[in-house]
């Protein structure tokens, strides 16, 4: 299963990016020391690993401390050793939701020629939806964004990034 791993981290300086290796880790608090060890002041540190342009998985520290993290779909840890190691644990069902209502977002015209898939009906995203919440990305948003037709986990970490303001880094780190 290919992935594709960005640490996204704000710092006094603003947000940076830097690709993590996830090869060889054995758990998700190893992950997560990872993460930590891209910038050990951060004040937050989030984790994209997108997977076979199917699954979705955001970690978050917060100063370092406080593990959080939002999975797209729970089929991700019967797929794979990776989506195992990171949401297996999360056997419970999205938390973070409130009662209000969020549109769908729009997705701009793509070439007819580019195929995406569309949404899966049956996923079933497990862990803290609104982990983003303070960053400007309310729960309702980012399981709107997952689950929009044509969306794929590239596509939802762009429209995050966008809203943090680092989405060049990102990028950047996708082209090399």
């Known amino acids: 299963m290919s992935y594709f791993a960005a640490a996204v981290v704000r710092e006094k300086g603003g947000w940076s990016a830097a690709e993590l290796n996830l090869r060889g880790a054995t758990d998700v608090d190893e992950v997560a020391e990872r993460l930590r060890d891209v910038a050990p002041d951060a004040d937050v540190s989030l984790l994209f690993v997108e997977a076979d342009d199917t ?6 520290l917060t ?24 949401i ?10 409130d009662d209000t209502e969020e ?5 701009s015209a793509g070439d007819d020629e580019t ?8 996923a079933d995203p497990v862990g803290e939806a609104d982990l983003l919440a303070d960053l400007g990305i309310s729960a309702q948003r980012l ?27 990102v990028e950047e780190l996708r082209e090399v």
């Open 55 to 60: 699954y979705l998985v955001i970690l978050r």
């Open 63 to 86: 100063e370092g401390e406080d593990l959080r993290v939002f999975g797209s779909d729970s089929a991700f840890a019967e797929e794979s050793r990776l989506g195992a190691l990171l």
């Open 88 to 97: 297996d644990d999360l056997k419970t069902p999205v938390t973070g939701l």
């Open 103 to 107: 549109p769908r977002p729009a997705v």
């Open 115 to 122: 195929e995406q898939p569309a949404a899966d009906p049956e």
């Open 143 to 169: 399981l709107a964004l997952c689950a929009h037709e044509g969306m794929m986990p590239a596509d939802v970490t762009v429209e995050v990034c966008q809203v943090l303001g680092c989405v060049d880094d």
